[in-house]
């Protein structure tokens, strides 16, 4: 299991599921809550008539668990007066049960089974109630309804004295919880302190209690409250159980005796645990009471958060047999030395490192330490398999327990769990498994694998891993049978001469030695279908097969047998043995019968003792397959007819029948006898429940070679073709089959639809089919193919299909349409064969291109997607002049982020990268597997590339930059079909024999960032730009003005073209491992504004009044610099790593004069949790900084009241401030290749009084030394320079360049002349000399100590004056002595990195990339000595104490705390800011922003708020007063693109309608902050939504053009707009207006905009359900390249005049133009020097906001052109809105949102 650090020293239950939201909970019937008068604070009432309807339960799925190991349950709770209430607990104890216990005031005595414990609940009351004295009279306890007196009361349940001394159970974990009416909750809570609610903190603090001794006072969060004077005890109960009370019944939960209490409260001792009472309990019980007690005995370190228990730190103690080399992999676990249970779920991590290597990257660094790996590692994890079988379908076994079965998937085993399906895997056989056995315990599996010298494994079945292999030398072992016990093991197979061999083995050691060892061995001739060891006797065995039955027995070392004599029935063929079972194992085998099945439908009763025939029955006319052994009820019978029988022993009628798909294979009975196992020659597996008579399915699977696939990522289905003739569609979450698609035609390849529920078949006739799945029928069928379908697959965008076959055609299908209309069939221009099949064609993301292998094997074609235009060929045969053989391709795979690239997977064991454009080889990988590449796929964003060959699954950085470039992973016992990346990202797929589901681990990519190859990150507007210049013409039909300079291409391949035209298209961008040489004198833009010049505060626009236009002169070419290869980023989340911006800021732009601006930033939304220590906070001075974006937000906490220090343009990396909060430093990265710059910034006045420009790549860390004399600034991993500046002129004093990346750096809190800073290779003590003006630096470099392994330290601080704390990215403290630079101790403060470390006095803050933020108490460092060796917590004797932890929602990147630690701020990466308060335990969100990027903000109607939706799936509520987050909405694994709200003025009936990327509309009540419905109009994602000016309905637009009409009310879909079909929708705007004038009916317009560049607007009365085109505006534009991207297109109304409508898009030229409805015409102009990314109208003025690219912000006059710029984003702008009063207005630069008001031009 996970850590059970987190849980010390308590769990709050109900906020750790945040009970409230009820997502992770559930409520049923009567729940609700109030303000309790006593507690003063919220509870929930449970009630209701019967408990059992209603109540509360945690967690709310079944398949969960709470997984809580603390030993005491605390349950803060009142039973309500004159009811019942009954509580539930779901308990796991070690061995895995499941334990249920139950208290309640129903129960009237205590009663136990095996898996329930059920105790009475005596209710407290009121002291010197008429109920109190009479339970006190009373010799019984008075069980039953609670009394009107009764209290609240604070229960503790000690969970492993109730399992230990009533079931003999060790407690493990809790599982759930159900709390049943009646009764009002406060809370619950587990902890392994015994806590007592009578004491508070400052009496337990002069008391001495600690959590060392185990005990200490109730939380505060958890504590009732208690006036002043008052006793705890005359307001409430303490209950605890075991309990102190003598009251019958006994085994209750009551009261402990009175006397005990007073004592305890007068005295107030330390409530120290007593011995367990066992009083008065059954003489069964009491004599197993002492070894219990000794058996489940706590451990000490499990109940205090004290670190003294520490392990030694990298010693590692493994020891491995020799037979473990034989395989990779032979455990069901990651080949570590963690516990298998150490795993995060559970799961399996197959894989392995490759041997030699693959690239030249690979094979040059020899030293562990130094290489450079491919992260996370492993970075697959299987999850889930799909299939059954393999070499046998004739195994199958069920647990013990009767939760889980066992069987194989070809070379896996795979556990599963039969209630929630969820698989587990032993991994080693590297062939099809043929059969598996269990003893009888079900601890111990064996499992044997085809293949000559076959192999045997046995298994520890709860761990997972494998205890001993041994081979057999046999070939086609069909058999293995377990003793019960599991001390012999059984094994039959053929030998060398075909002959059958019976082999027996000892295993009774095999558990603890791994020692096996023979017993006897026979050859014979009988044929042996099954063999089976006697249960109650080891020693004895039976078998049967064609025409024999055998009793057998090993004794001296021999194994004899002897035949049952069949008389007549001698020819039979025998298919199935099994004894009667009993529950007796009496040694008399007079009574035993033996029963055998045979093909022919026979059953035969046979004595075992006297080795005769009894009985012989013809149950069936059909041939049985398979019978299980009969329990003295029934017998149970599996056939080839298809049915599964239950007979009873006289077999006088048939008990239970199912019938199955196909032959039945095997029949297994579990051990209580009501579940009946089932598995069929057709793959599928299932069970009986004997007692519903319900049949549930398992698992379905393929019987032969699964040859392709496909998945639909909006519907979570995957469809798969096979060489068994079905197409079959699965659900991915559940694994069951959805749909069985059977032809006589053997399908080739299938292909889903990018956004329909359609997907496509090929055959091996050459038929295409193409199926509807929500309908189940057949939409198109084609023949234009004669032969097999190698190629079958859709263009991205959905518009088009492709498909190809072995005889060399391609076929281009309309699929826009229904009938997917055939539009052209090439001949002769694929590759002929099969051998590319099933994934022979690739389509680029842009749906532009689509690539192949032909007309030949050498050559790789790439054409027109559109029109199967040949566009370029590229010859891969002439790479390898030396070779004696010819380099054909065997696959082709698109780049998925960049178009550029094309790989091709060759017959020489290669990948090569080339230029889609140019034909140029960019790239060469080789060895890429030990066989050919059979399948290759990239991720989406381009960071790893997939390949498969013969049986593994290699992964691959797709950069091909660090030392070990791949990992692999192994499972399948075939060649791999196919392989390929999910639609989200987060799982791979593999098929061959089986389905594979991994879990891809990775870190996925920020958007933007990492996205793509460094060649395009690096090169992209360079490449940009030697496209304008490097062909023909430029886009706009001009001549180029310069030629490029040539460089020194790579070796090109043979290149032909068939179109020119097209050639010129593709050359004009190239990437290539060269530098390129630009030309660099740009090509300015003599544009009307003249924006080559510095302007004016004052600046006017070109306004046009006339309807002709201008053209618009040539764009400029921006100036570039190409750079080179930078260094690798350190592997800690601690290093800053600037966002990817693809912008970058028009240097022309001049800021407008500061009493002259037209808008005034009043405020900034949220906070950038990308920064790393971009946060300081002054408690002396109250001041309180932090930056988003490249603005440094200042603000007095006292009056909530922002400044703005505004001076950098790029994103600002980090903060400092000196000590007497009267100077903030701010750093920010450089653009366009320039210097990063420092700011110094005067808080009171809020000016730049100094910038420093000195690194050349970001600054990670900034620092004022302790008397604000020097100032400190760190480069970051591309050139780690450390400079020291002088505070009172800002010049340089010294500086060194580092060794390796530095991650944090700080002064020493006394003595400023003393540095520190840590990084890669280790920590830096730094000295400052001074002389005169002369500053000498010296630093002096110590390692990390070895006991922490290799590792970066990525934080620091100061402890005192002579101590030094580091953190590493392991989660490990170092402790430092600064004076002898040595390590003193260390400790494993965290499971992740540490990134945060800040000390105060005696107390350590350290917070990590695990979410925790933990206080620890350092004080026993002080007297640590230097050691020659560093010791660990443990051996120091050192006590380093836990005493706070708290999780927050995203990883620490910044922290400040005053001089006592008490209270501090603490940012994260998820954009929040938090108050931190130690002493009262609390945290408060100070402020709250977007992770993610924003999509969308919009106004209320009377903007009092205003929500914003995000790429997370959020949608947020503010407010605009205040700045506050009011209420998020969160939809998991989906992006929201659009939000609006509704027009009602009304707050009771005002709603937020958002659109989410899978289709869906969510429309959310802001009253009851919840969701109120949820539509699904469209099939993809929704781009744009808009409620109707009067409310009556719900426009909302989906990316393929759709428009949807929905009902607010009953969410129906009205009508459907198909009129911009085919182009996303950009806009949708609704108006109140009057439409006689147009002459049409209607009181509303509305219109929307798509990115083809055309406008609609529309008349509507949606009262009388009308809607009538007024005007269809087309916009015209230039032709434009492939892959360029496009500024989108928009339109809005005029506010002051509805019939004007204002557009922008890509054009002729950069403008907007205002278009009259009644004049049908432009009637204006406004010229703009860049395209608009967004655009918003005021209705106050004739004010546009227009955002651009640039990062400009635009105010526009419209009526003069007259605008000003602002340029206070770092990031290209995607959002602007006006406030529907024009006083105020947003604009939205990725998540940074910045809140101007409006003062006007």
């Not at 939409?779 to 697959?793: F, I, R, S, W, Y």
């Not at 054909?888 to 017959?907: D, I, R």
């Not at 009409?1605 to 009129?1619: C, E, F, L, M, Y």
Request: with cysteine; aromatic share 8%.
């Amino acid at each position: 299991m996970a850590s059970k650090a987190w849980q010390h020293p308590y769990v709050n239950i109900f906020k750790h599921v945040r009970v409230e939201e009820w997502k992770r909970s559930a409520q049923e019937g009567d729940v609700s809550t109030y303000t309790d008068k006593r507690l003063k604070c919220p509870v929930f009432l449970i009630r209701g008539p019967v408990p059992a309807n209603s109540y509360i339960l945690v967690p709310k799925n079944s398949n969960q668990s709470l997984g809580l190991t603390g030993r005491f349950f605390y349950l803060l709770f009142r039973p309500t007066a004159g009811k019942y209430f009954v509580v539930h607990l779901d308990v796991a104890a070690e061995e895995g049960h499941a334990i249920r216990v139950s208290f309640s005031n129903m129960f009237k005595e205590f009663k136990s089974t095996a898996t329930w414990l059920q105790f009475p609940f005596l209710c407290g009351a009121a002291k010197d109630s008429v109920y109190h004295h009479t339970s006190k009279s009373a010799r019984h306890g008075l069980v039953g309804p609670a009394p009107s007196s009764v209290r609240w009361t604070c229960l503790m349940l000690d969970l492993q004295y109730a399992l230990s001394v009533y079931l003999d159970r060790c407690f493990n974990h809790l599982k759930s919880i159900k709390l049943c009416a009646n009764m009002s909750v406060k809370n619950m809570f587990t902890s392994d302190l015994q806590l007592d609610p009578g004491v508070s903190f400052s009496e337990a603090k002069l008391m001495g209690l600690t959590s060392s001794q185990g005990t200490g006072p109730m939380p505060r969060e958890m504590s009732f409250p208690v006036p002043k004077r008052g006793s705890w005890h005359d307001l409430y109960d303490h209950i605890k159980f075991p309990s102190e009370g003598t009251k019958l019944p006994f085994d209750s939960i009551q009261k402990g005796n009175s006397h005990l209490e007073a004592r305890c409260a007068s005295n107030r001792r330390s409530p120290v645990r007593e011995e367990p009472r066992f009083v008065n309990l059954r003489k069964v019980v009491q004599d197993r009471v002492s070894l219990i007690q000794q058996i489940t005995t706590p451990n000490l370190r499990n109940q205090t958060p004290v670190v003294t228990d520490i392990p030694e730190l990298g010693v590692v103690s493994t020891q491995q047999k020799d037979w473990e080399q034989e395989s990779a992999s032979s455990s069901s676990q990651q080949l570590t030395s963690r516990s298998p249970w150490d795993a995060d779920d559970g799961g399996v991590h197959v894989y392995v490192h490759p041997e030699d290597g693959l690239s030249k990257h690979a094979e040059e660094s020899e030293s562990e330490s130094e290489e450079e790996m491919l992260l996370p590692d492993p970075i697959l994890r299987l999850n889930r398999i799909i299939g059954f079988g393999g070499a046998t379908s004739k195994c199958a076994l069920w647990t013990k327990s009767g939760d889980a079965v066992v069987y194989p998937c070809h070379a896996i085993i795979v556990s599963m769990t039969i209630s929630s399906n969820q698989q587990r895997f032993f991994v080693g056989h590297t062939d099809k498994v043929s059969a598996l056995a269990f003893n009888g315990n079900t601890t111990l599996l064996a499992s044997a694998q085809i293949g000559n010298n076959s192999v045997v494994r046995v298994w520890n079945y709860h761990k997972g891993n494998c205890v001993a292999m041994f081979r057999i030398h046999a070939h086609s072992l069909s058999c293995l049978s377990f003793s019960y016990g599991g001390g012999i093991l059984c094994a039959v197979g053929k030998d060398s001469h075909n002959k059958t061999m019976v082999v027996v083995w000892n295993t009774r050691n095999v558990s603890k030695t791994g020692e096996v060892t023979i017993l006897a061995k026979a050859h014979t001739d009988v044929d042996i279908n099954t063999m089976k060891v006697a249960f109650f006797d080891d020693t004895r065995m039976v078998s049967c097969g064609h025409d024999n039955i055998r009793l057998w027995r090993v004794r001296n070392g021999t194994l004899r047998s002897c035949p049952v004599n069949l008389g007549e029935y001698h020819s039979m063929d025998f298919t199935d043995v099994a004894f009667e079972e009993g529950n007796s194992f009496d040694p008399h085998l007079d009574d035993r019968t033996l029963f055998a099945s045979s093909r022919s439908g026979h059953i035969f009763e046979i004595d075992y003792s006297r080795v005769v025939i009894r009985n012989v029955r013809r149950l069936l006319p059909a041939q049985r397959q398979h019978a299980d052994r009969r329990e003295k009820w029934t017998s149970n019978a599996g056939s080839e007819d298809g049915f599964l029988r239950l007979w009873p022993l006289d077999f006088s009628a048939v008990f239970l029948e199912a019938e199955h798909e196909g032959p039945v294979s095997v029949v297994l009975v579990s051990s209580d006898s009501l579940q009946v196992l089932a598995a069929t020659s057709t793959g599928n597996l299932g069970f009986l429940n004997v007692s519903s008579r319900g049949y549930n399915t398992l698992m379905r699977s393929h019987t032969d070679t699964v040859l392709g696939f496909s998945v639909d990522g909006i519907h979570r289905q995957l469809t798969s073709a096979s060489s068994d003739g079905t197409v079959r569609i699965w659900n991915m979450d559940s694994l069951h089959q959805l749909y069985d698609f059977v032809s006589e035609d053997s399908p080739c390849s299938v292909a889903f639809h990018p956004s329909e529920q359609i997907f496509s078949c090929g055959f091996s006739s050459g038929v295409v089919r193409v199926f509807s799945i929500s309908t189940a029928e057949l939409l198109a069928e084609h023949k234009q193919h004669g032969g097999p379908v190698v190629g079958l697959t859709f263009s991205p965008d959905g518009e088009f299909m492709y498909s190809a076959d072995s005889q060399g055609s391609l076929a281009l299908y309309n699929s826009s349409e229904e009938d997917h209309n055939v539009i052209r069939v090439a001949c002769n221009v694929v590759a002929r064969g099969t051998e590319r099949a099933p994934d022979a064609l690739t389509v680029s993301s842009d749906s532009r291109c689509l690539a192949f292998i032909g007309p030949s094997e050498y050559i790789v074609t790439i054409a027109d997607a559109r029109s199967l235009d040949e566009l370029l060929r590229v010859d891969v045969s002439i790479l390898d002049v030396e070779s004696p053989r010819l380099d054909s391709a065997l696959k082709v795979c698109f780049s998925t982020a960049s178009t550029e690239h094309l790989l091709v997977a060759t017959s020489a064991n290669k990948i090569l990268w080339v230029s889609t454009k140019t034909g140029r080889l960019l790239r060469e990988l080789s060895k890429v597997h030990k066989h050919q590449c059979s399948s290759l796929a990239v991720s989406e964003d381009s960071r790893f590339l997939l390949t498969a060959g013969h049986n593994a699954v290699k992964v691959w950085d797709y950069n091909m930059q660090l030392n070990v470039n791949s990992q692999m992973f192994i499972g399948h016992s075939q060649p791999i079909r196919q392989v390929s990346f999910t639609p989200d990202q987060q799982c791979v797929i593999s098929v061959g024999d089986a389905i594979f589901l991994w879990d891809f681990l990775a870190n996925p990519a920020k958007p933007l960032t990492d996205s793509c190859s460094p060649l395009k990150a690096n090169y992209t507007s360079t490449l940009k730009a030697a496209a304008e210049v490097s062909g023909g013409q430029l886009s706009n039909g001009m001549p180029r003005q310069t030629a490029p300079l040539p460089s020194s291409p790579p070796p090109r391949l043979d290149v032909s073209t068939t179109d020119q035209v097209a050639q010129v298209a593709l050359s004009s961008l190239s990437i290539c491992d060269d530098t390129l040489a630009i030309p660099t004198s740009p090509v300015q833009d003599p544009g009307p504004g003249g924006f080559s010049d510095p302007r004016p505060a004052v600046s006017f626009l070109k306004v046009t009044d006339l309807v002709d236009m201008s053209l618009l002169n040539t764009d400029h070419l921006d100036t570039v610099d190409v750079k080179q290869k930078t260094a690798v980023r350190p592997d800690c989340y601690r290093h800053f790593i600037q966002r990817f911006k693809t912008s970058s800021l028009d240097q022309t732009v001049v800021a407008p004069q500061t009493e002259e601006e037209g808008i005034k930033l009043k405020a900034v939304i949220g906070y950038n949790g990308n920064g790393r220590g971009n946060m300081v906070w002054s408690p002396d001075q109250g001041l309180f900084a932090y930056s988003c974006g490249c603005v440094v937000v200042v603000e007095y906490l006292h009056t909530g009241i922002q400044r703005h220090l505004q001076g950098h343009s790029e994103e600002i990396s980090c903060l400092a401030l000196t000590n007497d909060a009267q100077t903030v430093a701010s750093a920010a990265g450089g653009s366009n290749g320039s210097k990063s710059l420092i700011c110094i910034w005067d808080v009171q006045n809020g000016t730049c009084c100094n910038t420093i420009s000195y690194h050349t790549g970001a600054v990670q860390s900034l620092a004022f030394s302790r008397d604000d004399r020097f100032f400190l600034s760190v480069g970051d991993f591309s050139n780690p320079v450390v400079a020291l500046w002088s505070t009172k002129n800002f010049q340089l004093l010294s500086g060194a360049s580092m060794s390796g990346p530095i991650h944090d750096a700080a002064f020493s809190p006394s003595a400023a002349s003393q540095m520190a800073c840590v990084g890669s290779q280790g920590v830096y003590f730094c000295l400052i000399h001074t002389q005169g003006l002369d500053v000498d630096f010296k630093v002096q470099r110590a390692n990390a100590p070895s006991e922490v392994g290799d590792v970066e330290l990525t934080a620091l601080c100061y402890h005192m004056d002579t101590f030094l704390f580091t953190g590493t990215n392991r989660g490990h403290v170092c402790a430092w002595d600064v004076n002898t630079q040595c390590c003193l101790m260390t400790w494993e403060a965290d499971e992740g990195e540490i990134g945060v470390l800040l000390c105060r006095g005696s107390r350590l803050l350290t917070g990590s990339n695990t979410r925790w933020l933990r206080l620890w108490e350092v004080e026993a460092v002080q007297a640590m000595k230097p050691q020659q060796n560093v010791c660990s917590v443990k051996d120091s004797r050192t006590t380093v104490v836990l005493e706070r932890e708290v999780m927050v929602d995203g990883t620490m990147v910044s922290a400040a705390f005053d001089n006592t630690m008490d209270m501090g701020i603490v940012g994260t990466t998820a954009g929040t800011l938090w108050y931190i308060n130690w002493s009262d335990n609390s945290n408060i969100r100070l402020v709250s922003g977007h992770k993610s990027k924003v999509n969308d903000v919009v106004f209320s109607c009377n903007e009092s708020h205003f929500a914003t939706c995000s790429e997370d799936g959020s949608v947020r509520v503010w407010s605009t007063s205040s700045y506050e987050l009011v209420v998020q909405f969160q939809v998991l694994n989906q992006a929201c693109g659009c939000v609006c709200w509704s027009p009602s003025s009304s707050k009771d009936s005002t709603c937020v309608a958002a659109g989410y990327s899978d289709g869906t509309v969510r429309i959310f009540q802001l009253t009851s902050t919840e969701m109120e419905m949820k539509l699904h109009p469209h099939t993809v994602a929704v781009t744009a939504i808009q409620y109707s000016a009067n409310g009556h309905v719900i426009l909302s637009a989906g990316k393929n053009g759709l428009v949807a009409v929905s009902s607010p009310v009953n969410g129906t879909t009205i009508r459907v707009i198909r009129d911009h079909k085919g182009a996303m929708i950009t806009t949708i705007q609704c108006v109140n207006e009057q439409c006689k004038s147009f002459e049409l009916e209607g009181n509303e317009m509305w219109l929307a905009a798509s990115a083809d560049r055309r406008v609609s607007v529309w008349a509507a009365d949606w009262s009388k359900d009308k809607c009538d085109l007024l005007d269809w505006l087309s916009f015209p534009a230039p032709p434009y390249f492939a892959g360029d991207s496009l500024p989108p297109s928009m339109a809005a109304f005029c506010p002051s005049d509805r019939s004007l409508v204002v557009y922008t898009g890509y054009g002729v030229e950069k403008e907007l133009s205002f278009y009259s409805l009644t004049k049908k015409q432009i009637i204006k102009r406004i010229a703009l020097p860049h395209w608009a990314t967004c655009i918003s109208l005021s209705s106050d003025s004739q004010l546009l906001a227009v955002g651009s690219k640039e990062r400009v912000l635009k105010l526009i006059k419209s009526t003069s052109g007259r605008f000003q710029d602002f340029v206070q984003h770092s990031d290209s702008l995607q959002t602007c809105r006006f406030s529907p009063s024009g006083t105020l207005l947003f604009s939205v630069a990725y998540n940074e949102i910045l809140l101007w008001e409006v003062q006007g031009l």
